[in-house]
């Protein structure tokens, strides 16, 4: 069936580098990708969204690339700090017949080393 | 106000147990979601609410029954659960226009013993 995933599920990175999350969606028929970050007792939080007829995106030290030939979706993040740890989703956004469906990746694992 | 609140944030229950999880927004949105997390494992949709009338059922089991009394609230009535059904109880709302960015709770623990 249709899926959103992964490549890593763990990632380490020093304070200050930065960070690289990808993700591998397999629907053509998305109209948005996003991520969402999951703090340790929280709920998943809207980091930033990229309409399927665009290939990058930026934000607030985040940037978000698209590259539908190879269908692959990735997360950079800039001069990582601690406050960053936490698990990343991706997410694809699928109009259905009732209404727009949000499925999630496996999510990757953001481990940031002082 | 940008939350989303839910109660209770623990529960344990019997499996002959009838209990409701609760879920508040006060965002105005019109759009709100059940979503089920295992340990390590992504948010599973469940329920979408659309204008306060059901709009997606993920093929659910009828022993979680979804209510959305009012544009606000979001309940999910629980009863003869099973052990396997021990998960995160996400709720979430959005606007209908925006609805990839979702607003979501701390969540419900809930334990099925």
């Known amino acids: 069936g249709e899926s959103v995933g992964l490549h890593l599920p763990t990632l380490s990175v020093q304070e200050g580098d930065n960070s690289i999350i990808n993700c591998a969606y397999s629907?053509?028929?998305?109209?948005?990708f996003i991520w969402y970050k999951q703090e340790s007792g929280k709920g998943p939080q809207f980091i930033i969204d990229i309409r399927s007829n665009m290939d990058k995106r930026q934000g607030q030290r985040v940037t978000v690339l698209l590259n539908k030939t190879v269908k692959h979706l990735s997360l950079q993040i800039a001069a990582t700090q601690p406050g960053d740890s936490a698990v990343y989703f991706c997410a694809e956004s699928i109009l259905t017949g009732g209404g727009n469906k949000l499925t999630f990746g496996t999510g990757t694992q953001l481990k940031v080393e002082l | 106000d940008t939350e989303v609140t839910q109660t209770p944030k623990h529960l344990v229950m019997g499996m002959t147990n009838k209990k409701s999880l609760k879920c508040e927004q006060h965002?105005?949105?019109?759009?709100m979601y059940w979503y089920k997390q295992k340990a390590k494992k992504p948010p599973e949709l469940m329920f979408v609410?659309?204008?306060?009338?059901?709009?997606i059922n993920e093929s659910v089991p009828s022993r979680f029954s979804p209510e959305c009394p009012n544009s606000s609230l979001l309940n999910l009535h629980l009863h003869a659960l099973q052990p396997e059904d021990s998960a995160l109880y996400l709720c979430?709302?959005?606007?209908?226009?925006?609805?990839?960015?979702?607003?979501f709770g701390s969540g419900t623990q809930l334990s099925v013993l």
């Open positions: 965002m105005g949105h019109r759009a």
């Open positions: 979430a709302s959005s606007s209908v226009s925006t609805n990839e960015k979702l607003f």
């Open positions: 629907n053509s028929a998305s109209d948005y």
């Open positions: 609410y659309s204008y306060e009338k059901l709009s």
